[in-house]
């Protein structure tokens, strides 16, 4: 079993920054993949920002050139810096991985954005 600690988030203005953090634990062998995931209110869950073990990365189109997903192997962990934040940001955010087949969610973090 694998064990998903989210970090960061809470409510930020316009045009401001955030970072989250995730940390894994637990059973690990072998992550294949890292990411976050959002859920605003009455929407489905979408992908944000996905990195593979290789460092290859994808993002949504909606946060594209203002967000970078980074991992770091040893530590299993996966952080998401979020830039130039817009209210349409504003959402549940899940820390996600992949790890020997088996797809595992974070609690989820709160990110709100308003002035």
């Known amino acids: 079993q694998v064990q998903l600690v989210q970090s960061g988030g809470g409510l930020v203005q316009p045009g401001g920054s955030l970072r989250l953090s995730c940390a894994a634990s637990?059973?690990?062998?072998?992550?294949?993949?890292l990411g976050w995931y959002r859920q605003a209110p009455g929407k489905q869950r979408e992908m944000v920002a996905l990195?593979?073990?290789?460092?290859?990365?994808t993002y949504a189109d909606s946060v594209k050139g203002r967000s970078n997903i980074s991992r770091d192997n040893a530590k299993n962990t996966v952080a998401l810096q979020m830039n130039s934040l817009k209210p349409e940001d504003t959402a549940v955010y899940y820390c996600?991985?992949?790890?020997?087949?088996?797809?595992?969610w974070g609690q989820g973090t709160q990110v709100t954005v308003s002035s």
């Open positions: 637990g059973n690990i062998f072998s992550i294949t993949v």
């Open positions: 990195i593979n073990s290789g460092g290859s990365t």
């Open positions: 996600f991985l992949v790890e020997r087949g088996s797809n595992y």
